[in-house]
């Protein structure tokens, strides 16, 4: 029984209009939930009863289709990595065209002025929300730096990786973990600024994520076809660790607390689980190398790439849902990011699309 997708019929963020799902129980009956931007709202078991949701297997079916690119925000210099600080609001990773330095922009989505921008001496390639008002930026000099979103003050620098860093993320408890060249991962306490633990990967460290128990995801240089999952508070061996893969990796994240994803050199996205230990699901339709994924509203995932294109997955079906930018330019996608109101930025080295 395939799922049937049902397009919104409000896309006012505040007042959301009931989305109707098909859900399967592990007998074929057949169980309609309803579901808000908010979640789950409320069951209807039509001739059963008592029906807990811990006995229905989810398959997620619903949602919002992107209609149309609602603003296309302009840059200067080449925009790279993005972090939502709230529905209206992000904070970009500019690097002028004129030198090498960055600038860390605030820019308001919904009018598409900067409304604060800091420069950066040197690259960077990547910022996090490690505090309401404080951003985390890698840094040319081995260090992270700390920014004040409300003012742009520089407030601390963590310092002790040995090797360029390639990726940070935020972790529950005001802290924050950041991995590089020094084929290490450390964990940083915000409130200090001191490192608390130091996390040996073996490779260089290309990709870090945050699962929502605050185990860690870390994966190696693009060469490398290694994952690890880790324990951010004790000292420990990975909990998890895969190297089966047949593809290269360019990004990945978690989608749930068993189910990891990767977007592969071999055009693909990769659905594993952690529990089985393999590749559960392949997901095709790229023609060009995979650059970023982020999770969306009701188990959905968006995948980008060099192609220029984006796609909306169910990855639990393993179904395309629908495809963006399908006959637009062909500009690489360096970033996907998907706020609460159920709008989903993208960038590519010229531009920040905001798409309703």
């Known amino acids: 029984m395939p799922p049937q997708y049902l397009r919104r019929l409000s896309s006012d963020p505040e007042n959301p209009s009931p989305l109707l799902t098909t859900l399967l129980y592990r007998d074929h009956l057949r169980l309609a939930l309803t579901k808000d931007a908010r979640g789950f709202d409320r069951a209807f078991v039509k001739g059963t009863e008592n029906l807990s949701l811990e006995d229905v297997v989810i398959r997620y079916c619903v949602a919002d289709d992107f209609v149309a690119c609602e603003r296309t925000l302009i840059y200067a210099g080449r ?26 922009d605030i820019l308001n989505i919904h009018s598409g002025q900067c409304m604060r921008s800091t420069r950066q001496t040197g690259p960077a390639t990547c910022v996090v929300l490690v505090h309401p008002n404080i951003i985390a930026v ?58 608390e633990l130091v996390l040996p990967f073996g490779d260089e460290v290309q990709h870090l994520s945050t699962f929502s128990d605050g185990r860690i995801l870390a994966g190696g240089a693009w060469g490398n076809k290694v994952i690890k999952v880790f324990d951010s508070r004790h000292p420990a061996d990975p909990v998890v660790k895969h190297s089966g893969f047949n593809a290269p990796c360019r990004c990945m994240l978690p989608l749930d607390s068993d189910t990891v994803v990767r977007g592969a050199d071999d055009h693909t996205v990769k659905i594993f689980s952690i529990s ?19 999770r969306m509203s009701f188990g959905r995932l968006a995948s980008g790439a060099h192609d220029g294109v984006i796609k909306i997955w169910d990855p639990y079906a393993g179904e395309c849902i629908q495809t963006l930018n399908e006959n637009g330019p062909v500009l690489a996608i360096t970033n996907l990011q998907f706020l609460p109101s159920h709008k989903m930025l993208s960038s590519t080295w010229e531009a920040i699309n905001v798409w309703r």
């Open 79 to 104: 925009g790279g990595s993005m972090c939502p600080l709230s529905n209206s609001v992000v904070a970009c990773i500019r690097e002028p065209t004129d030198d090498v330095n960055s600038n860390i």
């Open 138 to 195: 890698d840094s040319w000099d081995f260090t992270v730096r700390l920014y004040s979103i409300s003012t742009g003050e520089e407030l601390a620098r963590l310092a002790g990786h040995e090797g360029r860093i390639s990726s940070l993320t935020s972790l529950p408890g005001n802290r924050l973990a950041s991995g590089g060249e020094d084929q290490t991962i450390r964990i940083w306490s915000i409130e200090s600024a001191q490192c």
């Open 276 to 294: 089985q230990g393999r590749v559960v699901r392949t997901l095709f339709g790229h023609n060009r190398h995979l650059t970023t994924v982020t």
